[in-house]
């Protein structure tokens, strides 16, 4: 298949291709086609761009998507590491679209754009996430507690607030659960979100359902299977030390205290 192009920078005011100063540069994005209508075999197709290496991945396949290929599918919504919707592997690598810099991936070869990995892929990089969501709800994402509702707002100290700071900041994007060799042989396993999930509520002094997420997380499928790999830790594009929050749980089903 001939590799589609596109040579000319459109935003206003862009230099024109050639001249001197000019940011814009030839990148191959190689894209992991799946089309189930088309054909069961999934496929790389090239698409060549000329453009600013400053950009993200995600400007490169909008600009695919809207002037090469409009068939071309993929999430994103927030465009700016809020949402999660846009992780993806680049360079094999799980990482948020909307947050990766052309620059920082050696735009010199091929960049290698494909679906995180499983879960099953529905078209190009859109995978089906309901198994990811429904572990996720699978730990009661949510504030339990007992007694009647207050009457003022349940208060807590600054020290308590920290021991679960950490994983108030993930965006349920998947990069961690589907980074995970242990998930990729068994999709049985809650996976790093569903438990970093559940250990932003465990360790919250305001919480009373600690023991339920825990006995829910000593399953067979649950935090055990984790092999201590700290994939998770490096995929997640909020920096949370998901690992330590894994090991945080384990010790809490050991001990009892959280
Ligand atoms: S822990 Fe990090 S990588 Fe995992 S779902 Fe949350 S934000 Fe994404
Ligand atoms: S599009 Fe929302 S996180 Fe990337």
């Known amino acids: 298949m001939a590799t589609p192009t596109l040579e000319k920078a459109d935003e206003a005011g862009a230099p024109e291709p050639g001249f001197a100063d000019s940011p814009y540069i030839t990148v191959t994005f190689r894209i992991r086609r799946f089309n189930p209508e088309v054909s069961e075999e999934a496929s790389w197709q090239d698409f060549q761009l000329e453009i600013d290496p400053k950009e993200r991945v995600l400007d490169a396949l909008h600009k695919i998507k809207w002037e090469l290929d409009g068939s071309l599918t993929f999430r994103r919504s927030c465009a700016h590491g809020i949402c999660g919707s846009d992780a993806m592997r680049i360079n094999g690598r799980n990482r948020l679209a909307c947050k990766t810099l052309i620059k920082d991936i050696n ?152």
């Open 107 to 258: 735009p010199e070869k091929p960049i290698t754009v494909e679906a995180i990995k499983g879960l099953t892929v529905m078209k190009d990089l859109v995978v089906d996430m309901e198994p990811f969501f429904q572990a996720y709800r699978d730990v009661m994402p949510f504030l339990i507690t007992t007694g009647n509702e207050p009457t003022r707002e349940r208060r807590q100290s600054a020290e308590d607030r920290e021991r679960f700071d950490d994983t108030t900041k993930c965006i349920l994007c998947a990069a961690c659960t589907s980074s995970c060799p242990v998930f990729w042989n068994d999709g049985q396993y809650f996976g790093p979100a569903a438990i970093v999930n559940a250990h932003r509520f465990i360790f919250d002094s305001r919480d009373e359902g600690g023991e339920q997420r825990l006995e829910i997380l000593n399953d067979k499928d649950g935090v055990w299977r984790c092999r201590t790999t700290f994939n998770c830790s490096e995929a997640c594009p909020r920096g949370i030390e998901v690992t330590k929050a894994i090991q945080e749980v384990k010790r809490a089903l050991i001990t009892r205290r959280f």
